[in-house]
């Protein structure tokens, strides 16, 4: 027979059969019993059931005993699978736990576990199940309090919101846990092109990044001209600095012409280029004259291309087998030097004009000790008529006259210091010479009047001067009685000087010199003949040197001006033409090309083309020189030497008789300023 331990725990775990026989009574009555106890603690249900088991097994031994029945139980098969301590429900144990361990142990496994709190971390402890006895290890399995995502991601896997940004997370996929961090390969959702082009470069964005531009990317970045991209919506023709010009991209840009590309830019009549299809005489604006082609055109003649054009009298040009006698109006016959003042004092500054019988001229002399104004008659030879008059009488110091013819008599005007201050006066003269009344003065302000330039109306007097580098304007009746107040004609910016005054027969013009640009150039503007500006200030020269000294002519329809001009790096003389309106015609004409310096220019009109005298040092000496020019400005012959003289020659200012030139200047041949005089002309016969 079993122990009672024995049968307790074998019904523990299986059922037995119990037969209770009573001796001699038969076979023994078999009865089932079902039961189990279960070892170590238990909860109240549990142990209920072992107190019933165990009243059961009490009847059970007190029937054994009284009935003497026979116990009957298979063998018993110990149970330790998955369990590393306690019983092996069949009387023996599944093992023993270590030192500082104790058996857990259940239906389906006991294990051994460390004791909590006992300051060793054993088996079953973790530093998460108890941080006491078990510090936290990175890839213990465990993850701490004191670990996460970042620090620890094996045992903390990554979770978006736990404030950690771990390898795998980044501003896009968890912006809670990481910010976004301009390089960090990510163009999250508060970045774009512009504030992080190296994350998020992206066309379409609507930004224009440094890497972007209008090639690459239009949608974002507009096309500019001079950012060097020539563009879809850009060509040589709108934008000529992005997009080089292409012959035959029908595009006619600046820097292709109908000679180099034909077929961009068909041939237009004045647009600088001599193509197969034209020549000097369809359009000689593009294709100069060359001497030897058959034409000859308007910029040659018998003299410079005698194989084009036959020598012709009245052509213009004097060739080798033409003579001031033989035609004198194209060879102009230098007839000799006249001295017209002999004292012993300077004179400077002629003014000269033709009368129509003879001239007058007025000058600056200092024969009395003091610059006075003097003027006399010459023939029309240039012999002069009478003794010199003295103009004026006054303790100032008086220069620069101007005069003119009025048909009848004489006006003259100039300047005189007076009081402290220059003020332009004026005087008339009767057709001898003779003085008509007293000395006008014509302003009156506290800012000095000088250089005057004067013209005659046919019923009076306008005079322009400058004053305080401003140009002022104002008229004299036929006496010389002031018309009219002071007009400021210039615009009032810069200096302006050296104004030159002309009537055209309903108005006036003037031209002067100007730097409110901070270069000296020529100015023109209009007035009616009431003196009232007209329009604006009309700027005739834009060149990068000094243009200053003008002198202005009417044609009768128009205006010539000459000047002169250092825009050469050598000073010369310049010559343009206005309309009626004062609108520059054509371009600058140079009339000058030598060595020296050239200064002083006078500038007549004929009735069919213009005439020029300046002073001019290319021989070393200063001389006066002479010119033609066209009615267009194209220079006629060479330039012609007025004088040769030992002495200096300045100052020059020339007329038209109608048939000749004449000239007068100032002179020091004779080891004194003296005023000369010369024709220029027709007077090789005489």
């Known amino acids: ?33 079902k039961g189990g106890v279960a070892a170590g603690p238990a909860p109240a249900a549990e142990v209920a059931g072992v107190v019933i088991k165990a009243m059961l097994i009490l009847i059970l031994v007190t029937h054994v005993v009284a009935c003497n029945w026979v116990l009957d139980f298979p063998e018993c098969e110990p149970r330790c699978e998955g369990r590393q301590c306690g019983p092996d429900e069949c009387g023996g144990s599944c093992g023993e736990c270590g030192e500082g361990q104790h058996c857990i142990w259940s239906v389906d496994d006991a294990v051994c576990t460390g004791i909590c709190g006992d300051g060793a971390c054993t088996l079953g402890e973790d530093a998460g199940s108890c ?8 890839d213990d399995g465990a993850c701490t309090h004191d670990e996460d995502a970042d620090s620890c991601p094996d045992d903390c896997p990554a979770t978006c919101g736990d404030g950690a940004c771990t390898h795998d997370e980044d501003a896009d996929s968890c912006p809670d846990d990481c910010a976004a961090i301009c390089g960090d390969g990510v163009c999250t959702h508060d970045e774009n092109a512009g504030s992080c082009p190296d994350d998020c470069p992206t066309c379409g964005d609507g930004l224009c990044t440094h890497d972007e531009d209008a090639s690459s990317c239009a949608s974002d970045c507009h096309a500019v001209c001079g950012d060097g991209l020539c563009t879809h919506d850009e060509d040589a023709g709108s934008c000529a600095s992005d997009c080089h010009a292409v012959c035959g991209d029908g595009l006619c ?4 012409d109908a000679g180099s590309c034909p077929g961009d830019c068909p041939a237009r009549c004045g647009d600088d280029t001599c193509t197969h299809d034209e020549d000097v005489r369809s359009c000689p604006h593009d294709c ?29 040009a004097c060739t080798h087998d033409e003579d001031p006698g033989s035609c004198p109006g194209d060879c102009m016959a230098d007839c000799g030097d006249v001295r017209v003042t002999s004292s012993p004092g300077a004179g400077w500054s002629p003014s000269l004009v033709w009368t129509g019988s003879g001239y007058g001229v007025a000058w600056r002399d200092d024969r009395d000790g003091n610059n006075e104004i003097y003027f006399a008659r010459l023939g029309t030879a240039g012999v002069k008529v009478g003794d010199d008059v003295r103009v004026t009488s006054s303790s100032g110091s008086s220069s620069y006259p101007s005069l003119v013819w009025t048909g009848s008599g004489f006006g003259v005007g100039w300047e ?17 010479g003779e003085k008509v009344g007293g000395d006008m003065m014509v302003t009156s302000s506290s800012s000095s009047g000088r250089d005057p330039s004067l013209a005659w109306t046919g019923s009076g007097y306008g005079v322009a001067w400058h004053s305080a580098y401003c140009i002022y304007f104002d008229r004299l009746t036929e006496d010389g ?13 810069g200096s302006a000087l050296y104004p030159s005054l002309v009537w055209t027969g309903s108005g006036y013009g003037v031209a002067w010199q100007d730097d409110r640009h901070f270069n000296w150039e020529i100015y023109f503007a209009r007035l009616t003949e009431d003196g009232v500006k007209v329009g604006d200030d009309m700027r005739v020269t834009s060149s990068p040197g000094w243009s200053f000294d003008p002198s202005l002519v009417w044609i009768g329809s128009g205006y ?126 005489e």
């Open 1 to 33: 027979m079993r122990t009672l331990h024995g049968v307790m725990m074998g019904l523990g775990h299986r059922t037995g059969h119990v037969r209770c026989k009573v001796a001699g009574t038969g076979p023994a009555t078999t009865r089932d019993l």
């Open 131 to 138: 941080p006491g006895d078990c510090p936290a290890i990175c």
């Open 253 to 256: 840009t600046h820097d292709e």
């Open 288 to 316: 100069p004259a060359r001497c030897g082609d058959g034409l000859c055109t308007h910029d040659e003649d018998a003299r410079s291309c005698p194989d084009d054009c036959p020598a012709t009298c009245g052509d213009g």
């Open 416 to 432: 005189e210091y007076h009081e402290g201050d220059y003020e332009i006066y004026f005087a008339r003269l009767t057709a001898d």
């Open 481 to 493: 009685v002031e018309a009219g107040d002071d007009v400021w004609v210039d615009f009032p910016s």
């Open 560 to 685: 010539g001006v000459a000047w002169s001009d250092d825009r050469d790096e050598n000073r010369e003389i310049y010559f343009a033409r206005l309309g009626a309106a004062g609108v520059k015609v054509g371009a600058d004409v140079r009339v000058t090309s030598s060595s020296g310096s050239r200064n002083d220019p006078s500038l007549v009109w004929t009735g069919s083309e213009y005439g020029v005298a300046w002073q001019d040092n290319r021989d070393g000496n200063t001389e006066i020189y002479f010119a033609r020019l066209s009615e267009d400005g194209v220079k006629l012959g060479d330039d012609v030497r007025v004088t040769s003289s030992p002495g200096a020659s300045f100052s020059p200012s020339l007329v038209w008789t109608g048939s000749e030139y004449g000239v007068a200047w100032s002179d020091d041949r004779d080891g004194n300023e003296d005023i000369y005089f010369a024709r220029i002309g027709s007077c090789a016969d």
